[in-house]
């Protein structure tokens, strides 16, 4: 996105008044969910179950749920503001699942191997989805419905007809390469953690080694995700390319972006994410699941959009999704240490959607500078 | 003499059975206005379409500065210097001014995989190039869709004229426009034509065509009827045309008939 930042390059246009700091935040895409990330912040404060929620463990857990649905809503938003949906992410995580516990478990290859394949066939599966939409015109909504059933039907299939079964397990019984497995599910800053455990800052268990032994993995891959993600949007050409295509694609291509191009890599981008969170799940879980990633293409649209980022593309950023995602964990464990039913996380749910959709409407506005757009 | 900025010979195109332009041939030099005249259906889109790149003719051909040139893309087009500002004014509303200005043309800096878009230099090329024809642009970070419909006209042309454009289309580019704005954008217009483009406008609007045109070529169901100088053409006949000509008399004198029946 633009920065909001006036460039000091002559005396300002004395027919507007300057704008200070305040609105510049507040009209940027990210404004309402950071309102909103606060206001969560402090309401589950005031509950009881705020000391186990916010405590190092708490923390780690509801990070944890936000960082597995970052990675897809950092991919999600690049697609949706280029004007596409992507609904088969939720089935490529299980179909991804299953090619690297097939690949391991019955033809005894190495986990680094396994899980090339499986990124190889999201750049396919990624490819397919994104040339279809261009070419056919057809809503992506439509093709990658197709796609969800498709892949969803594929695993489970294939799954049952090998082994017999919905599950794959034992992955990692015995892995040539455990050091694969190690950059999925393993733990960063391992030695800091433990020196403040014999500090006595964090909580240790009764052999002396921390609670939290360190920063998990998938929090590492979701800053890794969300930085290339916004870099890539608010730096490079190829972000104002995406903007573009969303925003109004025959002009776009008119001035000669390669429309086509942008939307089907980030077909493919979207894909991957699913592949990588997919890798990463089954490296914590040790086993495949045919169902695993049920839903999560709209959990993933869902964080987006709580994160400013606009359904009909064109606008938006990645750190908004990133926001949108840490609501998103942040509420599931919320509900979960305050004792709530979790069957009110559903219909909080739904109230923050619409919440959203409305307040992106408005920053929309705000963004056109309180004129209707023509 | 110099070739001429753009020519069309013996220009003809066909979608399956329809005629939409029959043998059109036309001139434009540098530092002229040509005003393309005609009603709906005259064939003034199909011939824009044509020189800006998205159709292609069924037959004859485009010379631009003398030279055979075959447009497969707006792009193209846009790379031989034939720049045209459609109504849609190729501008995206939620983009800023100087993403817009630098859409497809973005300038780089770093080393790849670090090469980036270099935002300052877009932002500051952007203004400048806004001020050179002549509109204080508020700030080159601010939505193309906060813009007022004049400054979005001025911001689409101020970025033809910067990308080298030698010939400028405009595409009614005062319809949506007050009287000030249509001024304002009539201004660039004589701005552009002073640095020795070649523009052709197509307007309805006799106000605004007739101080700024210096010829006037008219299209009727497909064929040219001709070029005229501003001299040899005067502004009512200029109207009698753009109004639909003999057709409008016709239609004319048919109200007065069935007026008079009803009473």
Partial sequence: ?374 | MTAPAIELRHVSKRFGSVIALNDVSMTVNAGEVHCLLGDNGAGKSTLIKILSGVHRPSAGEILVEGRRVDFRSPRDAAEAGVATVFQDLGLIPLMSIARNFFLGREPVRGVFPFRRFDKDHANAVARQALIDVGIQVRDPTQAVGTLSGGERQSVAIARAIHFGAKVLILDEPTSALGVHQAAMVLKFVIEARLRGLAVILITHNINHAYPVADRFTLLNRGTSKGTFSKAAISRDEVVRIMSGGEDMAAVEREIADLLARVR
Avoid at chain 1, 184 to 209: P, Q, S, Y
């Fill in chain 1, 1 to 374: 996105m633009p920065e909001m930042v006036r460039k000091s390059l002559d005396a300002p246009d004395e027919r507007v008044a300057r704008t200070g700091w305040l609105t510049r935040l507040m009209r940027r895409p990210e404004a309402g969910v950071l309102v909103g990330l606060v206001a969560t912040f402090v309401i589950f404060a005031l509950l009881p179950g705020a000391k186990s929620l916010y405590s190092l463990q708490g923390a780690m857990t509801f990070l944890t749920l936000a960082a597995e649905l970052g990675i897809l809503a950092a991919a999600v938003a690049l697609l949706i503001i280029a004007g596409e949906f992507d609904l088969s992410i939720g089935s490529m995580i299980g179909f991804a699942g299953i090619v690297i516990g097939l690949l391991v478990t019955r033809l005894g290859w190495p986990l680094w191997a396994a899980i090339g394949t499986a990124f190889m066939v999201a750049l396919v599966v990624g490819y397919l989805n994104g040339l279809i939409t261009v070419k056919t015109r057809l809503p992506s909504f439509i093709v990658t419905l197709a796609s969800l059933f498709i892949l969803r039907g594929l695993s489970i299939g294939i799954t049952r007809a090998v082994t017999g079964r919905t599950q794959i397990p034992y992955i990692l019984d015995n892995p040539p390469d455990p050091w694969t497995a190690a950059l999925f599910n393993g733990h960063v800053l391992t030695g800091f953690f433990r020196w403040m455990g014999e500090m006595g800052w964090i909580a240790v268990k009764g052999d002396g080694t921390p609670f939290v032994p360190g920063i998990p993995m998938s929090i590492v891959w979701w800053i890794a995700v969300t930085s290339a993600a916004a870099w890539v949007l608010s730096q490079t050409r190829f972000g104002n390319w995406i903007y573009a295509a969303g925003g109004d694609p025959v002009v776009a291509r008119n001035v000669g972006v390669p429309v086509a191009r942008v939307k089907i890599t980030l077909f493919i981008v979207t894909a991957c994410a699913a592949t990588l969170l997919a890798t990463i799940q089954v490296m914590e879980a040790g086993s495949a699941d045919t169902v695993r990633g049920t839903l999560k293409e709209f959990e993933a649209i869902i964080a987006a959009v709580i994160g400013g980022v606009l359904l009909t593309g064109g606008y938006g950023t990645v750190l908004g999704a990133a926001f949108g995602a840490l609501i998103f964990g942040l509420v599931q464990m919320g509900i979960f240490y305050t004792g709530i039913d979790t069957d009110w996380f559903k219909v909080f749910l739904g109230l923050v959607i619409l919440l959203a959709v409305l307040v992106n409407n408005y920053a929309r506005a705000r963004a056109l500078g309180e004129r209707s757009a023509s």
